[in-house]
């Protein structure tokens, strides 16, 4: 009688440990999928797909890329409105632009809340007014993806390969579960009764419905137009919904891997779902080009943004004044 006690108890104890040999062992198949993909292709080939990029495309993939980055950044807007501080809206959107590009290259425990906990602290916000910015923007960028990702893989646009061991009809059935959670969450920020709740000490507190609506439509937007700047990178005659919807999948796939911007991930989701009607090394000379333009770019203007400001506020704790 006390076996399921004792057996639960020991998964309360080593739960931490469980997930870190989980997590070893998935990233060990991954790195071994990406070894495996990577000694089929011919790099030269790559290289010379990188260089055959019209400057035509990228005039078009740079505004997108920009248009995605002030999206996201709007997020942190919507977290101003939540929590009610009085942080100008401008501060809110340099915060949480260089806090997206350092996420997106080095993981969200060093640009989701270590930038924050940084940045806004140094405007005047207490620990719990950014940790709720910060989880309503998490809640934002996650319950867009659960309706349009749902919206695609019920769609059909998606066929993935036998190896992964999972059909059309399992895709299918996840894209009505995540379509499920994203109307879930409307329903409750529009008729429940509760609108706060305590987990582990924090006190996580249901949006208003106008805010919850502008979540989706602002994290739909977003992921969008991330799939749009694949889809003009993207050689050859591979519909918008298929390329997005691989994006979706790589997305995720990197997020619990846990490996920062799903670094090697995407690159093999892209080439195991499109190979076939694209070269690989042209997918993955696309895919290369979007980090360059979508990471890369924006992180050196994250990071120069970043060390003038600590640059300045150096300067103005020596002379007593405020840095704006």
Known sequence: MTRPDGTRGWFRTHRD??????????VCVVIGLLIRVGMTIE????TDAILETKASVLWLAVPLVMASYAVYASFDLLGKW??????PWWRCIKVAFISYAFTMNFSAAVGGVAMRLRLYGKHGLNPGEIMRVMGL?????WIGYCLLAGTVFVSGAIQPPGEWGIGGGPLRAIGAVLIAVAMAYVALSAFSRQRSWKVRDHSIELPELRIALLQIGLSVLNWSLMGGIVFILMPGEVGYATILGTLLIGSVVGAVAHIPGGLGVTEYVFITLLSP???RHQVLGAILVYRALYYLAPVVVAGSWYLLMEARSGTSKAHGTQVA
Request: a neutral charge.
């Open 137 to 141: 923007s998490i809640t934002t960028n």
């Open 82 to 87: 939540y929590t009610g501080h009085e942080l």
């Open 43 to 46: 790099w030269g080939e790559v």
């Open 277 to 279: 009607e694209i070269p």
């Open 17 to 26: 440990r469980i997930k870190r040999v989980a997590t070893g062992v998935f």
